[in-house]
């Protein structure tokens, strides 16, 4: 099974910015599809952004403009740049990574972020 380590959660302002990285202990590149979700307090989990093996990219309406997903193949890694946070955006943040071939999902371990003045 794919391990997948994530880092960069934290407490931030509103207005500020922070950056969610993701490393998979194997190979990515045409094997998995990578992804963020969140889950706020009471609230189901919710998909973030998607990021296709081919660099295809996808948002939660809430989130385009503001979010920004990446993936870096050479290194495992899947990378979520936040900015201009608010505090809607307060939730447990998790990397997702869904296998092309069968459609397993692979879920980080979760990290907090919170957006409070």
């Known amino acids: 099974q794919v391990q997948l380590v994530e880092s960069g959660g934290g407490l931030v302002q509103p207005g500020g910015s922070l950056r969610l990285s993701c490393v998979a202990s194997?190979?990515?590149?045409?094997?998995?599809?990578m992804g963020w979700y969140r889950q706020a307090p009471g609230k189901q989990r919710e998909v973030v952004a998607l990021?296709?093996?081919?660099?295809?990219?996808s948002y939660a309406d809430s989130v385009k403009g503001r979010f920004a997903i990446s993936r870096d193949n050479a290194k495992n890694t899947v990378i979520l740049q936040m900015n201009s946070l608010k505090p809607e955006d307060t939730a447990v943040y998790y990397c997702?990574?869904?296998?092309?071939?069968?459609?397993?999902?692979?879920w980080g371990q979760g990290m907090q972020v919170t957006v409070s003045s």
């Open positions: 997702n990574a869904r296998r092309v071939l069968g459609g397993l999902d692979f």
């Open positions: 194997e190979t990515i590149a045409g094997r998995f599809r």
């Open positions: 990021i296709s093996g081919g660099g295809v990219t």
